[in-house]
C-alpha cells in the first residue's frame, strides 16, 4: 500500500529548542535543517510513498528542502502541531478522498527507507503508530484507508495514540524510531549513521547511499 505523508516543521530558528548546545548557537538552525533534509532524503526514496507535503510554520525558511521532491506549504491560522498534520492531511485528502495519510517527523536523520517500508507492512492498513525509541513520543502515524489521522502529537503522544485505538508497531525499526529531541538523541543517531546532510553539517564520515 503507498502513502501520502505530511511532515511539519517550525521555523529552524525556532525549532528544537532542547537539541540547542549540540552545536554553536549560529549553527542550530543549519543543523535543525539537515535532520530534515536526510529524513525527507530517506522517505522520498521509499517506493511505497507517493506525494509528501511539508507543513511549515515559515515556507521561505525552509525552501532549500523542496529540492528534495517534497511539497512545501504554510501551516493554517491555527499555529499547533496537530494542526499543521491535520491541514497536510486535508490537502492530500482533497486532491485524493482515498488517499492513505501518515505523519512523519522531521527529526530522523538515520531514517532508512527500509524501515518505513517495513512500518507500511506492519500496519497492514490499520491505524498505527512507531513509538520514538524512548516509548514516549511518537515518530510516525498512519492511518487506516478511508479513515481520519486523528494525530493526538506533543509529550506522551505514544500513551494517546494506543488509548485512541491505534496499534503500536513493534517491529524494531531502529532507524525510525531515532527521533533528535537532546544531544543525547543526536550521539545516538550518529552512532546508527546519519545521512549526509547531517554528517556534513557535523564534519562526520559521509554515509553509505539509502
Ligand atoms: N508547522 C509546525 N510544526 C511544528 C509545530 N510544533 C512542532 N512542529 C514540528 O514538529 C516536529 C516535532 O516536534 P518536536 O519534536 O517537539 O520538536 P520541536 O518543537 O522543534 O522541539 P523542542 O523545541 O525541543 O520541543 C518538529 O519538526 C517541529 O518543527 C507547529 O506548531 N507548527
Ligand atoms: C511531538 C512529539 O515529539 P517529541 O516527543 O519528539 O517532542 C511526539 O512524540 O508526539
Redesign the pocket.
Known amino acids: 500500500m503507498d502513502v501520502d505523508l505530511v511532515?511539519?516543521?517550525?521555523h529552524?530558528r525556532?525549532?528544537?529548542?532542547?537539541?540547542r548546545g549540540a552545536v554553536e548557537a549560529d549553527r542550530h538552525p543549519g543543523l535543525?535543517l539537515a535532520l530534515?533534509a536526510d529524513t525527507l532524503a530517506a522517505v522520498v526514496s521509499s517506493a511505497h510513498v507517493r506525494r509528501v507535503v511539508l507543513?511549515?510554520?515559515d515556507p521561505s525558511a525552509v525552501a532549500e528542502l523542496g529540492e528534495l521532491g517534497v511539497e512545501i506549504v504554510a501551516?493554517p491560522p491555527e499555529?499547533?502541531?496537530n494542526?499543521?498534520f491535520r491541514h497536510g492531511e486535508a490537502l492530500l485528502k482533497a486532491a485524493d478522498p482515498g488517499a492513505v495519510v501518515g505523519a512523519l517527523?522531521?527529526?530522523l536523520p538515520a531514517l532508512r527507507a527500509g524501515d518505513l517500508t517495513a512500518a507500511l507492512a506492519e500496519a497492514d492498513g490499520r491505524r498505527a503508530f512507531v513509538a520514538d525509541r524512548q516509548g514516549t513520543?511518537t515518530t510516525l502515524l498512519l492511518a487506516a484507508p478511508g479513515l481520519p489521522l486523528d494525530p493526538r502529537?506533543?509529550?506522551g503522544s505514544a500513551r494517546r495514540h494506543a488509548e485512541s485505538g491505534a496499534a503500536a508497531l513493534t517491529g524494531a525499526l531502529p532507524t525510525l524510531r531515532s527521533?533528535v529531541?537532546?544531544p543525547d538523541d543526536l550521539a545516538h543517531t550518529l552512532a546508527l549513521g546519519v545521512g549526509k546532510h547531517t554528517a556534513a553539517r557535523l564534519g562526520e564520515p559521509s554515509p553509505a547511499p539509502y
Do not use: N, W
Open positions: 511532515v511539519p516543521m517550525k529552524p525556532d525549532g528544537k529548542s532542547r537539541l535543525v530534515a507543513v511549515a510554520a501551516e499555529k499547533t502541531l494542526a499543521a517527523q522531521a527529526d513520543g502529537f506533543g509529550p527521533d529531541d537532546t
